[in-house]
């Protein structure tokens, strides 16, 4: 083999020099140097990869490549029958250039459509079907279309192979086609010298990355022990992508086995249904110690070596491992969360029944000594009595101010009789500035209108006493299944949550039932507070 491959190559080097003499006779190396490096170049390729690979067609497809490229130069020679051959034979090499491509890496046509498209292309190859550019766009199309389809149709280690192919075809097709449009549009002197040089660049390029992509032969290796160690630190979710990636079958699906369902679901939680018996899909069923963790569904030939398997089945338990982890994170996040919502709405309930007993006791006792004392001061005869009356009148009322506002504080009772625009109508009542309400008629979930309330609520009370602020706006808009609440003054702003229990104990309160609330507070700008509450199942 290493004497047939030696005698090759000294053919290839002399075809090569004497080509050379006979069309340029040395005279301008800028021509003859760059055409002999690509014959040159595609010869020493196979030539390289012929004895590295001997098993493949792809060497000797490059070889007879670089030694029909140095046909066409000698249509200048004196031979009369052999200049004919020759000058006819000006694309002869772009034959089994199409081969090579189309067959990558065993050189030997598998599929009809692959036989039909290198027959096209050696047909192409002995006429003057090339010369056109009109047909050059056509062919180079066709081309990288038929090796688009076969990546699209090929699993497993066939489709890494494949994946080289269809680079080297994109390659191939767009120098073509570049050529080609290029020669359409500007006049041929213009552009044969620059256009031929590009052209050969490219087709050295193509042979050199072959020939790596054929030692190398990424389609006989995979990622997959990688795997096992970077999904360690990924999520769920990336292990069917990285899978279908390092086995190369587009179509395999990954369900995680529930005991307590009897279920494999996928990433997302759906229910994932195994395939029946002769569908032409193969499960694999990844077990740890007896039980069924995981289950891949795959095309059947992408998991016939026994070494893959078992690293697919570790990259497989490693994730179901973590699925199940992050699952058991998520279900105690929920319940911490669920335990919020239920000490926020009996706090409120608490609260609620605290407001009534306040307005029901202690406020309908205090308004009913008030009226006896409105009686008292009517009936009284002496003139100090009627002062001393007047003057309890008066600390009895502020009490009722003061209770009621006590009251409304720890629930707004108007809230339910006259809704939240209503309630923050009262209240804006009672602040000394001047407050812009523009507040949604739409009727929310009463939970949500509480804690609308009270933002606006602690957000008011702040403006009045820090703010020095001579106007507040207050907007409440429901959109999107959110209610988005924004409490702006125009005082001296520089206003930080971490500073002030009030808006702490607002956040945590917005949070619980699935919100956010912003403060922005640059020094004198004013304070912008804005709150987003959703309407769904979290405020429930």
């Given amino acids: 083999m290493a004497r047939r491959i030696g005698l090759v190559g000294l053919a290839g080097g002399a075809l090569g020099?004497?080509?050379?003499?006979?069309?340029?006779?040395?005279?301008?190396?800028?021509?003859?140097?760059?055409?002999?490096?690509?014959?040159?170049?595609?010869?020493?390729?196979?030539?390289?990869?012929?004895?590295?690979?001997?098993?493949?067609?792809?060497?000797?497809?490059?070889?007879?490549?670089?030694?029909s490229w140095f046909v066409w130069n000698f249509a200048q020679v004196g031979v009369g029958a052999v200049a004919w051959v020759a000058a006819q034979a000006v694309y002869l090499y772009r034959g089994p250039l199409v081969q090579l491509v189309l067959a990558f890496p065993s050189g030997r046509p598998g599929s009809r459509l692959v036989r039909g498209a290198v027959a096209v292309g050696y047909a192409a190859a002995v006429t003057t079907i090339w010369g056109s550019e009109a047909a050059t766009i056509v062919l180079a199309g066709l081309l990288l279309g038929v090796c688009a389809r076969e990546?699209?149709?090929?699993?497993?280690?066939?489709?890494?192979?494949?994946?080289?192919?269809?680079?080297?075809?994109?390659?191939?097709?767009?120098?073509?086609?570049?050529?080609?449009?290029?020669?359409?549009?500007?006049?041929?002197?213009?552009?044969?010298?620059?256009?031929?040089?590009?052209?050969?660049?490219?087709?050295?390029?193509?042979?050199?990355?072959?020939?790596?992509?054929?030692?190398?032969?990424?389609?006989?290796?995979?990622?997959?022990?990688?795997?096992?160690?970077?999904?360690?630190?990924?999520?769920?979710?990336?292990?069917?992508?990285?899978?279908?990636?390092?086995?190369?079958?587009?179509?395999?699906?990954?369900?995680?086995?529930?005991?307590?369902?009897?279920?494999?679901?996928?990433a997302e939680g759906r229910v994932l249904a195994l395939p029946d018996a002769g569908s032409g899909r193969s499960v694999t069923v990844v077990e740890r110690e007896g039980q069924p963790v995981a289950a891949l569904v795959h095309d059947p030939a992408v998991l016939d070596d026994r070494g893959l398997l078992e690293a697919v089945t570790a990259a497989a338990q490693l994730a179901?491992?973590?699925?199940?982890?992050?699952?058991?994170?998520?279900?105690?996040?929920?319940?911490?969360?669920?335990?919020?919502?239920?000490?926020?709405?009996?706090?409120?309930?608490?609260?609620?029944?605290?407001?009534?007993?306040?307005?029901?006791?202690?406020?309908?006792?205090?308004?009913?000594?008030?009226?006896?004392?409105?009686?008292?001061?009517?009936?009284?005869?002496?003139?100090?009595?009627?002062?001393?009356?007047?003057?309890?009148?008066?600390?009895?009322?502020?009490?009722?101010?003061?209770?009621?506002?006590?009251?409304?504080?720890?629930?707004?009772?108007?809230?339910?009789?006259?809704?939240?625009?209503?309630?923050?109508?009262?209240?804006?009542?009672?602040?000394?500035?001047?407050?812009?309400?523009?507040?949604a008629s739409t009727q929310l979930p009463q939970r949500v209108a509480v804690v609308a309330y009270f933002v606006c609520a602690e957000a008011l009370t702040n403006v009045a006493k820090h703010a020095a602020a001579a106007h507040v706006t207050v907007t409440v808009i429901a959109s999107d299944g959110r209610v988005r609440v924004e409490i702006a003054d125009d005082g001296v702003g520089g206003a930080d949550p971490a500073r002030g229990s009030g808006l702490r104990g607002l956040a945590d309160r917005v949070e619980t039932v699935g919100g956010t609330l912003r403060v922005e507070s640059a020094p004198g700008h004013g304070t912008r507070l804005a709150a987003e509450i959703p309407l769904g199942s979290e405020a429930r």
Wanted: hydrophobic share 45%; glycine share 12%.
């Fill in 17 to 67: 020099l004497t080509a050379e003499w006979v069309k340029f006779g040395w005279g301008d190396p800028r021509h003859w140097i760059p055409d002999l490096a690509v014959g040159w170049t595609f010869i020493g390729c196979g030539l390289i990869g012929w004895g590295r690979r001997p098993e493949s067609r792809t060497g000797p497809l490059m070889a007879a490549t670089g030694f």
């Fill in 151 to 266: 990546y699209g149709r090929s699993v497993g280690g066939a489709r890494r192979a494949r994946l080289i192919a269809l680079q080297a075809a994109a390659g191939l097709s767009l120098v073509l086609v570049g050529t080609a449009a290029v020669r359409l549009l500007l006049p041929q002197g213009e552009v044969s010298g620059p256009s031929l040089l590009v052209y050969e660049a490219a087709l050295c390029v193509l042979a050199g990355g072959l020939l790596v992509g054929l030692l190398v032969a990424p389609w006989q290796q995979t990622a997959v022990a990688d795997l096992v160690v970077e999904l360690g630190e990924a999520r769920s979710g990336t292990l069917r992508g990285q899978l279908s990636r390092a086995l190369g079958d587009p179509s395999l699906e990954i369900g995680y086995w529930l005991p307590d369902r009897a279920a494999y679901v996928d």
């Fill in 320 to 439: 179901a491992a973590n699925a199940r982890l992050r699952a058991e994170v998520r279900a105690r996040v929920e319940e911490v969360a669920a335990s919020r919502r239920r000490i926020l709405a009996a706090r409120d309930e608490e609260r609620r029944r605290l407001e009534r007993r306040l307005h029901e006791g202690a406020e309908a006792r205090l308004r009913e000594l008030a009226g006896t004392l409105r009686r008292g001061h009517w009936s009284a005869s002496g003139e100090q009595t009627k002062k001393q009356i007047a003057r309890s009148q008066e600390q009895l009322g502020r009490t009722l101010e003061e209770l009621r506002r006590l009251a409304q504080g720890l629930h707004p009772r108007m809230l339910a009789e006259q809704g939240l625009a209503g309630a923050l109508a009262a209240l804006a009542k009672d602040l000394p500035l001047p407050v812009d309400l523009n507040v």
